[in-house]
């Protein structure tokens, strides 16, 4: 096992992702499905990567910027929200930014909102003005703050940020929402938001010069494979010849279809694959332009 080493020379990939939390077990799958497998340490600290040179980091999602910053992981799996509060603060505070090449992995989807309670009525930003708003995003409500002209006492939280103003601590929140079940459950509604996130591959700019480049672009190929197929869904159904051309038009996010001729007939069986989701009214679109049989398979793995 490789040591830890900050910024230099390794002949292993090393991706930090969350140890427990709502990101960690989508971040394994996900890279399971690209095809790795790993050794569990004692410590459950370090996973010493088995199929390919590539060992996981497991720890806070809030110590994944730091780790990339400081070359102790060459990619993390963390929130937009988590990096974007990391550059909020770094810009407040006149620091420069740390550039870092980032993907969206299409999971751990939610909002940063401001909430009021549930009895209030939102007439604007200018509402906020000589507030105390309760948040873990300092950064970025500040950032937003300013950006409305508006000031307000910012009183940072690590955790449960969503009792404050129950609790007396604070007048509203700014805090991650997803459903929204959490701010009702606690009689308090959305009323702006600050920014959308979702989980994403931070990594870097320039390619690695040592071995690890080539364990990267393979890495990063396998992953656009199974993120371009995870919504990607192979339909199948039977038409008229004359109403292909109508059927298509419902489906834009298809490739080339397969058309095949039924035998003695003037209907056709056709074969698309389709990279949005496939919903219910979908299938019935398709089933009133004349789609019979409509059916809908999972792609397991393509290799274009
Ligand atoms: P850690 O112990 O790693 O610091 P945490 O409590 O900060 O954990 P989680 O609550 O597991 O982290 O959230 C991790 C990430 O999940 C968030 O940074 C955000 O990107 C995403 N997320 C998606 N929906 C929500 C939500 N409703 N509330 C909080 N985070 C959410
Ligand atoms: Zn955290």
């Given at each position: 096992?490789?040591?830890?080493?900050?910024?230099?020379?390794?002949?292993?990939?090393?991706?930090a992702?969350?140890?427990s939390?709502?990101?960690?077990?989508?971040?394994?799958a996900?890279?399971?499905?690209?095809?790795?497998?790993?050794?569990?340490?004692?410590?459950?600290?370090?996973?010493?990567g088995?199929?390919?040179p590539?060992?996981?980091?497991?720890?806070?999602?809030d110590?994944?910027?730091?780790?990339?910053?400081d070359?102790?992981?060459d990619?993390?799996?963390?929130?937009?929200?988590?990096?974007?509060?990391?550059?909020a603060?770094?810009?407040?505070?006149?620091?420069?930014?740390?550039?870092?090449?980032v993907?969206?992995?299409?999971?751990?989807?939610?909002?940063?909102?401001?909430?009021?309670?549930?009895?209030?009525?939102?007439?604007?930003?200018?509402?906020?003005?000589?507030?105390?708003?309760?948040?873990?995003?300092?950064?970025?409500?500040?950032?937003?703050l300013?950006?409305?002209?508006?000031?307000?006492t910012?009183?940072?939280?690590?955790?449960?940020?969503?009792?404050?103003?129950?609790?007396?601590?604070?007048?509203f929140i700014?805090?991650?929402v997803?459903?929204?079940?959490?701010?009702?459950?606690?009689?308090?509604k959305?009323?702006?938001?600050l920014?959308?996130?979702?989980a994403v591959?931070?990594?870097p700019?320039?390619?690695?010069a040592?071995?690890?480049?080539?364990?990267?672009?393979?890495?990063?190929?396998?992953?656009?494979?199974?993120l371009?197929?995870?919504?990607?869904?192979?339909?199948?159904?039977?038409?008229?010849?004359?109403?292909?051309?109508?059927?298509?038009?419902?489906?834009?996010?298809a490739?080339?279809?397969?058309?095949?001729?039924?035998?003695?007939s003037?209907?056709?069986?056709?074969q698309?694959?389709?990279?949005?989701?496939?919903?219910?009214?979908?299938?019935?679109?398709?089933?009133?332009a004349?789609?019979?049989?409509?059916?809908?398979l999972?792609?397991?793995?393509?290799l274009?």
């Open positions: 096992m490789s040591p830890v080493n900050g910024g230099a020379t390794r002949d292993r990939l090393r991706i992702i969350q140890k939390g709502r990101l960690s077990e989508p971040a394994r996900l890279l399971a499905s690209c095809g790795l497998s790993w050794r569990e340490s004692r410590d459950k600290l370090f996973c010493y088995e199929t390919l590539v060992d996981l980091l497991l720890v806070r999602d110590d994944i910027p730091g780790l990339l910053a070359g102790v992981c990619y993390g799996i963390v929130g937009r929200n988590v990096l974007d509060e990391v550059g603060d770094r810009a407040l505070r006149g620091l420069p930014q740390v550039s870092k090449a993907r969206g992995l299409g999971f751990g989807g939610c909002r940063l909102d401001i909430a009021i309670p549930e009895s209030t009525e939102w007439t604007g930003p200018a509402q906020l003005q000589g507030s105390r708003i309760a948040t873990s995003y300092p950064g970025l409500l500040q950032q937003w300013d950006g409305q002209g508006v000031q307000a910012i009183v940072n939280l690590s955790g449960s940020v969503e009792i404050a103003p129950r609790l007396g601590q604070a007048d700014c805090d991650l997803s459903s929204g079940a959490t701010l009702t459950a606690n009689q308090l959305p009323a702006v938001t920014m959308t996130s979702e591959l931070a990594g700019i320039t390619p690695f040592d071995v690890r480049g080539e364990l990267a672009s393979l890495l990063l190929r396998r992953l656009d494979g199974v371009r197929l995870r919504d990607s869904r192979l339909v199948m159904f039977q038409a008229r010849r004359d109403g292909v051309d109508a059927l298509l038009k419902l489906l834009p996010d490739e080339a279809p397969t058309l095949l001729q039924v035998d003695g003037d209907r056709v069986a056709l698309v694959l389709c990279h949005g989701e496939m919903t219910w009214p979908r299938l019935e679109a398709l089933k009133q004349g789609a019979a049989g409509v059916m809908v999972p792609v397991e793995r393509m274009a």
